[in-house]
């Protein structure tokens, strides 16, 4: 208290009456400058007011009308007194009042103080006898001919009194201010300084011994401090909970994976190196908002996995600047810094014109790569102009990345997916020395398949300008191996699983992606609160409950899927009223023909089929056609009785895992296609043929009428399975198996860096 006081007393209130001291001493000059004045203009009007009445006098030599003229006029307010003297300054005429008022003062010729010189000053203020006047002199002439002075003597003592009682006014209010601003301050800065100061040092004090929030209590006029305050307390309290969990870890002789883990693990490996990243997607946009920008953060499992080795190294993630307000956000050479909040990497933009985006991403990528890749039955489009937007955005990329890696020794590189498939080679060629990788997150087909391609040597080739390609699943990798061994000269070596060709090597291998570890803080309701919340939400009444959580992509299943749900109220009608299947359809390239039409396909069958069992209140699909946040997804995921992954072709599907990922109360069933790649690791699922809609129909019987205990004992070891082999053990093992590549030897022959089997578990569950 005794601080706050010195604070306000000393500092606040101090500076503020001096300011104000200040103020009114200006203020006072400016009045006292005011008053002189008009008490000079008022004695001025006076005597030449005087001065035709007593010339005429003067110069007839009246003395007796002189005296009457200087009697009657020196009684006015504030006149002391008139005096009229003869060219030789002696006093002819002099009012009464003014020899009573001054007995001991002489106005007599000869008097200094009436010397007064019109060129040089005709009045001026004097105190005499200590009485402060105002003489003014005003010479009087006939003709040309001096004939005497005139003399007018003011009262300036009012002057002194205005003065006073302006000193009077001013301490009085000055006083009150003070007063005021004094308690103002202190209650301001007790209850918005020094409570909160208070209140952030117990909270700080709880959170240090583990007994409150990371929440702070409530906002205030520190709320900058706050922030950072609370970005440190977060900090603190993450590495509390990391070092806790790898205690555990450590204790229970668990090989979980964690972020901090991977950071480190990353940092070991890649010694002085640097990392690159390169995707289409950017794990930072910026967007207008208002007169501002908005960071947005795009829902990806990728980011989830490589954000924390970049931010361990310090590392650079070059991808495509596609947001409305990316550009005002770099630097002159592209590039910023990230995260926002805790810049620890660097993001480089890439630009790209419509025409390349449209030709390279939409055209070549989308309408030609994905649908050859995904065998699900709609005719990829290879246009030769597509085709070369792929590679001017190739080359674009490339010429990005040579210069982020400029002065960098041995960089590693990390590609991601079939957008950058001639990447590897245009940067080997400049970049020997470059550890380069290239993930491939889409499934590859048989070599017939993918023969289909035009340009199937040209990405070939393209890809083997890189070290090490990963795909989720062996039987990918063994359809590249088996596309290479027919489409190029080259030594393919099955029992290495890698080409060799012209000179260099380039191995192929599985890394089966996954998801983030769930937290189980997370879920705060039970399955029950969360469907009956969802169930009031959307106006529904239901027993049962199905979810399926996908972009609106012909590959994934979705028609097959409603048709399953139709076929299985068909045959168990029992369930018509009780059973809902809520779709989730983010809409994706809608303006791509066949996506388009495609999610015009999915609308019609759900009406179709609503309209088919149409209800009051029940509706045996509800469609949700826009994206959802993971927290809302997460909703939806906890409420599910069960989850339909039926994609008709897919190189992973990370829903089937996010499913696993958030069922903390280990129940649920998972319906899994046979067409993708998790259903290779979670043998637990229901395993189906999206194709045949009678098995699937059974499936949704057998997942709804399963025993609970059966139920629990399949989520759980799927669980188990999510949990080892996550997100950030794919990384590791991905980073790993690159930076243990040795690169091309001396005498042409690549060789490959024996692996260090205690570095990190095998990439395979």
């Known amino acids: 208290m005794r601080l706050s006081f010195r604070f306000v007393v000393f500092y606040l209130v101090l500076v503020l009456a001096l300011a104000s001291l200040l103020v009114s001493f200006f203020q006072y000059r400016s009045e006292q400058r005011g008053l002189r004045q008009d008490l000079r203009k008022r004695a001025q009007l006076l005597a030449e007011s005087l001065q035709e009445s007593v010339q005429p006098d003067l110069e007839k030599g009246l003395r007796s009308h002189l005296e009457r003229i200087v009697e009657r006029f020196g009684n006015r307010e504030h006149v002391v007194g008139i005096a009229i003297y003869d060219p030789n300054r002696r006093l002819i005429a002099v009012t009464p009042q003014l020899i009573d008022h001054f007995p001991t003062t002489n106005f007599v010729p000869g008097n200094p103080l009436l010397v007064v010189d019109r060129a040089s000053n005709p009045g001026e203020f004097r105190w005499i006898e200590g009485k402060h006047l105002y003489i003014y002199a005003l010479p009087l002439n006939v003709g040309e001919r001096p004939a005497g002075t005139l003399v007018v003597v003011d009262n300036a003592g009012s002057i002194d009194a205005q003065s006073r009682a302006f000193w009077r006014r001013t301490v009085l209010r000055l006083s009150i201010e003070v007063l005021v601003i004094g308690l103002t301050a202190l209650l301001v800065f007790r209850w918005s300084i020094s409570v909160p100061i208070a209140r952030t040092v117990q909270w700080m004090r709880a959170t240090r011994a583990g007994k409150a929030s990371l929440r702070h209590p409530g906002e205030d006029l520190l709320s900058p401090l706050r922030h950072e305050v609370t970005t440190l307390v977060e900090s603190l309290a993450a590495a509390r909970e990391s070092a806790e969990k790898e205690a555990r870890l450590r204790e229970a002789a668990e090989s979980t994976w964690t972020a901090e883990r991977l950071a480190v693990h990353v940092r070991g490996k890649l010694d002085s190196s640097r990392l690159f990243v390169v995707s289409n997607r950017e794990p930072y946009m910026h967007a207008k908002e208002g007169k501002s920008f908005k960071v947005l953060i795009p829902a990806s499992g990728l980011v989830t996995a ?4 970049l931010r361990a190294c310090e590392g650079t993630w070059i991808a495509h600047g596609s947001g409305e307000a990316d550009r005002e956000n770099v630097d002159r050479h592209d590039r910023l810094r990230v995260p926002p909040d805790e810049p620890r990497y660097t993001l480089r933009r890439v630009w790209l014109t419509k025409n390349e985006e449209e030709g390279y991403y939409y055209g070549f990528a989308n309408e030609g790569l994905w649908p050859l890749c995904h065998i699900a039955h709609t005719r990829p489009i290879f246009r030769s102009r597509d085709w070369e937007y792929y590679q001017e955005a190739n080359k674009k990329f490339a010429k990005a990345v040579l210069e982020e890696m400029d002065g960098i020794d041995n960089p590693v590189l990390l590609i991601q997916d079939y957008h950058f498939a001639l990447l590897p080679k245009l940067i080997k060629r400049e970049r020997p020395d470059a550890r380069i990788a290239i993930f491939w997150h889409i499934p590859w087909p048989n070599p017939e398949a993918f023969g289909i391609c035009p340009w199937q040597r040209e990405l070939l080739e393209g890809l083997l300008g890189a070290d090490l390609i990963g795909f989720h699943i062996q039987s990918h990798c063994d359809n590249f191996l088996e596309t290479v061994n027919r489409a190029l000269e080259s030594r393919v070596e099955w029992e290495h699983f890698s080409v060799n060709r012209e000179s260099h090597l380039t191995l192929v291998r599985p890394f089966p992606i996954s998801v983030a570890p769930s937290d189980p803080g ?160 979670l043998r637990d699922a229901l395993v189906v043929n999206p194709y045949d809609t009678d098995e699937m129909a059974q499936t949704i019987h057998t997942a709804l009428e399963m025993q609970p205990r059966e139920r629990r004992i399949r989520m759980r070891r799927m669980r188990q399975i999510v949990k080892e082999q996550n997100i950030y053990r794919w990384a590791a093992n991905l980073i790993a198996e690159l930076c243990e590549v040795r690169l091309d030897s001396a005498e042409g022959r690549p060789v490959e860096k024996a692996r260090d089997r205690t570095s990190v578990p095998p990439n395979v569950a």
């Open 522 to 681: 997370e879920a705060v309701l039970s399955a029950g609160e969360y469907r009956e919340a969802l169930f009031k939400e959307l106006d529904l009444e239901t027993l049962y409950l199905g979810v399926g959580v996908d972009r609106v992509d012909y590959t994934k299943g979705i028609l097959e899927r409603f048709l399953a749900v139709e076929r299985f109220l068909d045959r168990y009608p029992r369930y018509q009223g009780k059973f809902t299947f809520i779709q989730i359809g983010a809409p994706s390239r809608t303006h791509i023909k066949r996506y388009h039409d495609f999610l015009a396909e999915v609308d019609a069958e759900a009406e179709r089929i609503n309209w088919r069992f149409r209800s009051e209140r029940w509706r045996p699909i509800v469609f949700l056609k826009r994206h959802h946040s993971h927290a809302e997804i997460a909703r939806y995921y906890r409420a599910a009785d069960l989850c339909m992954v039926t994609s008709l072709h897919d190189g992973m599907n990370l829903v089937a895992k996010e499913f696993i990922a958030s069922r903390s109360d280990e129940d649920g069933a998972l319906i899994l296609s046979r067409f993708t790649g998790a259903s290779r690791e």
């Open 306 to 309: 490589l954000e924390p080795i």
